[in-house]
Structure formats: structure tokens, C-alpha cells
Nanobody
Framework: QVQVVESGGGLVQPGGSLRLSCAAS????????MGWYRQAPGKQRELVAE???????NYADSVKGRFTISRDNAKNMVALQMNSLKPEDTAVYYC?????????WGQGTQVTVSS
């Protein structure tokens, strides 16, 4: 079993920045990929960004050029640096960990972009 814990959400003004962090813990697991999804009220959960164990990344078109995903393999951590935030980025952000080809989710962290 893998435990996933996110941190770093909050309230920010449009144009501002936030950094989300996620740590995976457990015993004897191998991470295949880590990523971030988000879910806004009344909408389906969507992929924001993901990164494989080899460092390959994939971003949603809506965040390209503004968000950067990074990973620390030694610490089983992934971060999402979010710049130039827009009101439409408001959502609950979930960390996603694929370990031993099973998927694990964090509890989610709220990001609100508003003036």
C-alpha cells in the first residue's frame, strides 16, 4: 500500500504563483509515474501534468508554459510549480502516483485563484 500526501494549496490572486508538493510513502514499492490532476466544481477530473520515472513529462494544453512538474526520485516526491495563475485554474488538485502499476490518490488540496 502506498500513502500519498499533498501540500501547498491556498488562495492566490490572478497572475500569482503557487507550488504544490506531494510525497509518496510505504514499504517496498516502485513508482512508475507521478502526476497531478484537478477537479473543478461540476466538472470531471482532468490531467494537469505527469512525469515518468525516466523524466518524461506531459502537460494539459491549458497549463503549458505556465506550470512545471518536477520529481525527486530519491525522496518519492513530485512538485508542481504553477505560475501566471488564472481564475479557471481554481480546483481541487490531486496527486496521482502509479506504483507497481497500481494507482494511488492523495486527499486533494484546494487551489483558489481570485482577486
Amino acid at each position: 500500500q502506498v500513502q500519498v500526501v499533498e501540500s501547498g494549496g491556498g488562495l492566490v490572486q490572478p497572475g500569482g504563483s503557487l507550488r504544490l508538493s506531494c510525497a509518496a510513502s510505504g514499504s517496498r514499492f516502485s513508482i512508475n509515474a507521478m502526476g497531478w490532476y484537478r477537479q473543478a466544481p461540476g466538472k470531471q477530473r482532468e490531467l494537469v501534468a505527469e512525469i515518468t520515472s525516466y523524466g518524461s513529462t506531459n502537460y494539459a494544453d491549458s497549463v503549458k508554459g505556465r506550470f512545471t512538474i518536477s520529481r525527486d526520485n530519491a525522496k518519492n516526491m513530485v512538485a508542481l510549480q504553477m505560475n501566471s495563475l488564472k481564475p479557471e485554474d481554481t480546483a481541487v488538485y490531486y496527486c496521482d502516483v502509479v506504483a507497481d502499476y497500481s494507482r494511488y490518490w492523495g486527499q486533494g488540496t484546494q487551489v483558489t485563484v481570485s482577486s
